[in-house]
C-alpha cells in the first residue's frame, strides 16, 4: 500500500529523492542488519568512502538506523549515489547474506537506481 503523502520515484521526472515510502524503509532495515555498520566505526568509515558532495551533506546521528536512512536519503540526492553507497557498502561488508540481501533490495526500488554487481556473478 502507497502512501499518497509520499512521492513516487517512478515516471519522467528528475532521478531525486527516495523512492517510495515503503521500499526505502526495507533498504534501510536490510542496511541495518549488516554487521559491518552497527557500530560507529563501520558507518564512519562508509562516510570516509564517499565523494565530499555526499559525505559532507549527511546528517550524523549516533543513532544506526537513524543514520543510514539519512545516509541512503542524501545519496538519492545526488546522480549515481545510491550505486556509490553500496559499492563502498559491498567493499566493506563483503559478500555476506546479510550484504546480498541489501543489493536485492536495492535493485528492486521501484525506479531501478540502484544497480551495481549485475554483471558480476552476484
Known amino acids: 500500500m502507497s502512501d ?3 512521492p513516487s520515484a517512478r515516471g519522467d521526472g528528475p532521478a531525486t529523492g527516495p523512492p ?8 534501510v532495515e536490510a ?3 549488516l554487521p559491518s555498520l552497527r557500530d560507529e566505526s563501520g558507518r ?12 559532507a551533506g549527511v546528517h550524523h546521528d549516533s543513532r544506526a538506523r537513524i543514520f543510514l536512512f539519512n ?4 545519496c538519492l ?4 549515489g545510491l550505486s556509490e553507497m553500496l559499492a563502498a557498502v559491498h567493499f566493506i561488508e563483503g559478500s555476506s547474506r546479510p550484504m546480498q540481501r541489501v543489493l536485492r ?8 537506481r540502484a ?5 558480476n556473478g552476484g
Open 20 to 27: 517510495a515510502g515503503e521500499a526505502l524503509f526495507v533498504l
Open 105 to 112: 533490495t536495492a535493485a528492486a526500488l521501484p525506479d531501478g
Open 4 to 6: 499518497p503523502t509520499v
Open 31 to 33: 542496511l541495518t542488519e
Open 44 to 55: 564512519s568509515t562508509l562516510i570516509r568512502l564517499l565523494r565530499p558532495a555526499i559525505s
Open 77 to 80: 540526492e545526488h546522480q549515481d
Open 115 to 119: 544497480r551495481i554487481g549485475e554483471d
Open 71 to 74: 545516509l541512503v536519503v542524501t
